[in-house]
């Protein structure tokens, strides 16, 4: 429906309960702080690959607590 590609995903996976809730929703899934900071930090990379830093630096940004993965 909506598309956005990668970063409307990520976006759309923090929804309303930020990055904690996100957090909670990986945990859940039987993944570990280091591998959802992993995980993050990669994810965080291919974007940049594909939007471009300043894109990629918005939306960083725009998510409190996003940063500390950048």
């Known amino acids: 429906q909506g598309g956005g590609?990668?970063?409307g995903g990520l976006m759309s996976a923090i929804g309303g309960?930020?990055?904690?809730?996100?957090?909670?929703q990986l945990m859940s899934q039987?993944?570990?702080?280091?591998?959802i900071s992993a995980l993050a930090k990669e994810t965080i990379?291919?974007?940049?690959?594909?939007?471009?830093?300043e894109t990629?630096?918005?939306?960083?940004a725009s998510v409190p607590g996003l940063s500390q993965f950048a």
């Open 45 to 53: 990379a291919i974007a940049r690959q594909h939007a471009g830093d």
């Open 56 to 60: 990629v630096d918005q939306v960083i």
């Open 5 to 7: 590609g990668l970063l």
């Open 30 to 35: 039987g993944l570990g702080m280091g591998e």
């Open 17 to 24: 309960g930020g990055i904690m809730g996100l957090g909670q």
